[in-house]
């Protein structure tokens, strides 16, 4: 029988998969950027299942406080990371890194 726990688990796993994979594939950095946010809510998810894997007892409140902090610093990042996004387009053009500088 397979519990909630184990589903959330699965999810936020599947989760983070997804979002690697968008991080591989795509060129393009806005998409890079949703794809490793994508990635840190697979991981918030799985520490929040983790932290209710004893039946009968209080969850435990460390994975839920990593994970409100882990929100506050994703936030932050993906605030700088735009705003290098939006460099990178003032000064290229374009929103995708080159493999060699222009000519």
Not at 31 to 55: E, P, W
Not at 73 to 81: E, Q
């Amino acid at each position: 029988m397979i519990n909630t726990i184990f589903l959330y688990a699965l999810a936020g796993v599947g989760l983070f998969s997804l979002g690697l994979y968008a991080l591989i594939v795509h060129a393009h950095l806005l998409r890079k950027i949703l794809a490793i946010n994508i990635m840190g809510s697979g991981v918030f998810l799985v520490l929040v299942s983790l932290a209710d894997r004893t039946q009968g007892i209080a969850p435990d409140p460390v994975p839920h406080a990593m994970v409100i902090t882990g929100i506050v610093v994703a936030v932050s990042a993906t605030a700088l990371a735009l705003t290098l996004m939006l460099r990178v387009r003032s000064e290229t053009g374009q929103a995708e890194l080159l493999e060699e500088p222009p000519k």
